[in-house]
């Protein structure tokens, strides 16, 4: 019974990491310029991936599988993400500081 409600988690987390770093990474999206084209390209590709197994053979996959491209999803999106909020907020930052 817990053993269905985590891998369900597992499975929410993976498509919904997906599917977030998928658009902010796409074309206009706010992660765009934080990721060199050829990792992105690579990343989104894996993403795609990913999404597509979601539907396929990840129905009936073990929890195992949805904690390993998690954590392989998050080694290259965290750092995205951090550096988009470190740009993101550094102008405000400076304004406070101005202001000062």
């Known amino acids: 019974d817990m053993e269905i409600l985590e891998w369900k988690e597992l499975r929410n987390t993976l498509e919904a990491y997906s599917y977030d770093m998928r658009s902010n990474l796409d074309a206009y999206g706010t992660f765009e310029k934080y990721l060199d084209e050829a990792p992105?390209?690579?990343?989104?590709?894996?993403?795609?991936?990913?999404?597509?197994?979601?539907?396929?053979?990840?129905?009936?996959?073990?929890?195992?599988?949805?904690?390993?491209?998690?954590?392989?999803?998050?080694?290259?999106?965290?750092?995205v993400r951090q550096r988009h909020f470190y740009y993101s907020e550094l102008d405000l930052y400076f304004s406070q500081i101005d202001e000062i």
């Open 40 to 79: 992105k390209k690579a990343f989104l590709e894996k993403i795609n991936q990913t999404v597509e197994w979601l539907y396929d053979a990840g129905e009936s996959a073990p929890k195992d599988e949805y904690s390993k491209r998690i954590k392989e999803f998050k080694q290259i999106g965290e750092p």
